[in-house]
């Protein structure tokens, strides 16, 4: 850690002055306006917060720290952590140094196990994850150090101890979730010397003899860890985090906006449909088939998973990726023949359908092959999976705003009166 820890202290006084002279200079220049139909729609699209660890362009997709995503697929977690966090892939060395440094604070605390234990059976995995992260937040260095009293600048450096204490626990948390949730045995404990995805791989138990199952785990971990800072997870970790809250009270915060199924929850949506599209067509859909179905979804008045997006208006380099890693793969697989008879056909459903702005697929459209393939078969769990990746765009970013000194969050409300008086309507 002494390696990332003296790179942003040498980058994060760079940084202030560098927004300390912009908002000097332009701090009064207007970048965004809001509209009526934007104050009740969302707020899509409106242009109030910063984040620098990823941006993404409608028309290109995500873009961590400038870098296409697409051309990161062959990194691992802790190069994207290192990136996210100082806006430069790890040497080597430095990427050593991180892993040895996760591996180093692994251990969970027993207490962890026993509250999970007491939980219902038949808790939602999600649930489970997040109620582990927040039952950890006795340990909160960022915490200790505030009650003692610490300067403003000085308060990264605890957060991004208990970054890295939340990041190397959580796959073993996860993992621990996976066997006690859907009865796999005891609980494997992590190996030293193996990367955050090897080691995730192996707790999880899945069979895995020539290590494919590793690397899929190595791409799911990198595609999903950022998606700048206006998603709902990322959002929620950022507002709560602005209220100086630790990180174990804004992560656990963030991820239960991502359980909702508009959010990471859509990839356990997804493959369900996906699925079921195999079944009531006895794992040979026509495109036919799937476009019929399509259409029972749509007036039923569901949404069909995995497509859409708020800010995307192609499709996702993110599916790209995975759909390229099962094509390589296993082709032949039924599922991740239904996945693409999907892609040719629901865009054009959805563009006919009319109300979708994006019809194209999304990162949760194609990610459940994947995983159902090698048998981790369980979909409720999909979304700790998104979560372990996620957790390091929500800590990356967390960091970065506390050491850029972000103020509480606080935009101002209207009510609807008050907007028709602006309006002129009575
Ligand atoms: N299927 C059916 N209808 C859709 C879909 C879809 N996949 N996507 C959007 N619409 C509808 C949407 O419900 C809305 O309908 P209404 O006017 O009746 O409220 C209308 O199209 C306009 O919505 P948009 O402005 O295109 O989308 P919005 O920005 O509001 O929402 C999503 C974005 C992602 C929530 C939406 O596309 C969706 O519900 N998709 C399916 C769920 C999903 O895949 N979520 C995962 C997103 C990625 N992630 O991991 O977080
Ligand atoms: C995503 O990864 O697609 C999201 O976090 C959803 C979003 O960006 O709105």
Same mark, same amino acid.
């Given at each position: 850690m002494a390696k990332l820890?003296?790179?942003?202290?040498?980058? @994060?006084p760079e940084w202030r002055q560098d927004i300390r002279t912009l908002v000097k200079k332009h701090g009064?220049?207007? @970048?965004s306006e809001v509209t009526v139909a934007q104050a009740y729609g969302g707020m899509r699209g409106v242009k109030g917060m910063v984040c620098d660890t990823s941006e993404v362009p409608p028309d290109k997709g995500l873009l @961590?720290?400038?870098?296409?995503?697409?051309?990161?697929t062959d990194k691992t977690p802790e190069d994207i952590f290192y990136l996210l966090c100082t806006g430069e892939l790890p040497s080597a060395r430095d990427r050593k140094a991180l892993q040895e440094e996760l591996a180093s604070r692994a251990r969970v605390p027993a207490y962890v196990w026993k509250v999970?234990?007491?939980?219902?059976?038949?808790?939602?995995?999600?649930?489970?994850?997040?109620?582990? @992260?927040?039952?950890?937040? %006795?340990?909160? +260095?960022? %915490?200790?150090a505030y009650d003692k009293g610490m300067k403003k600048e000085e308060y990264w450096k605890p957060t991004l101890e208990d970054a890295l204490d939340l990041l190397a626990r959580m796959p073993t948390i996860a993992a621990g979730v996976y066997r006690m949730r859907f009865k796999k045995g005891k609980r494997i404990s992590p190996k030293p010397g193996l990367s955050l995805a090897e080691n995730y791989a192996r707790m999880l138990g899945i069979p895995d003899p020539d290590g494919e199952f590793a690397d899929c785990m190595r791409l799911y971990l990198v595609l999903h860890s950022d998606h700048e800072g206006g998603n709902v997870s990322a959002h929620t970790c950022h507002l709560v985090g602005s209220a100086l809250s630790d990180a174990y009270y804004a992560v656990s915060a963030g991820l239960n906006g991502l359980a909702g199924?508009?959010?990471?929850?859509?990839?356990? #949506?997804?493959? +369900?449909?996906?699925? #079921?599209v195999n079944k009531k067509f006895k794992g040979k859909p026509t495109p036919e088939d799937i476009r019929k179905y399509a259409w029972e979804t749509l007036n039923s008045g569901k949404v069909i998973p995995?497509?859409?997006?708020?800010?995307? %208006?192609?499709?996702?380099p993110r599916f790209i990726a995975f759909r390229?890693?099962?094509?390589?793969?296993?082709?032949?697989?039924?599922?991740?023949?239904?996945?693409?008879?999907?892609?040719?056909?629901v865009p054009g459903v959805l563009k006919e359908h009319g109300k979708a702005k994006n019809p194209w697929p999304n990162v949760d459209a194609g990610s459940g092959a994947l995983l159902y393939h090698y048998g981790l078969k369980e979909f409720s769990y999909y979304t700790v999976l998104f979560s372990v990746s996620r957790a390091m765009g929500m800590l990356a970013q967390l960091v970065v705003n506390r050491a850029m000194g972000s103020p509480i969050e606080r935009p101002k409300s209207v009510t609807t009166k008050w907007?028709?008086?602006?309006?002129?309507?009575?």
């Open positions: 820890q003296n790179r942003l202290a040498k980058l @994060i009064d220049k207007v @970048i @961590i720290r400038g870098i296409p995503v697409g051309e990161l999970l234990e007491a939980m219902p059976a038949n808790s939602h995995p999600m649930c489970m994850l997040d109620t582990a @992260i927040l039952a950890m937040e %006795r340990e909160s +260095k960022f %915490r200790a199924p508009l959010h990471g929850l859509a990839n356990q #949506e997804c493959l +369900k449909w996906i699925l #079921e995995g497509y859409g997006h708020a800010v995307l %208006r192609v499709t996702d390229a890693f099962g094509m390589k793969h296993f082709p032949d697989d039924p599922v991740m023949r239904t996945v693409n008879t999907v892609f040719e056909v907007i028709k008086q602006q309006v002129g309507m009575k």
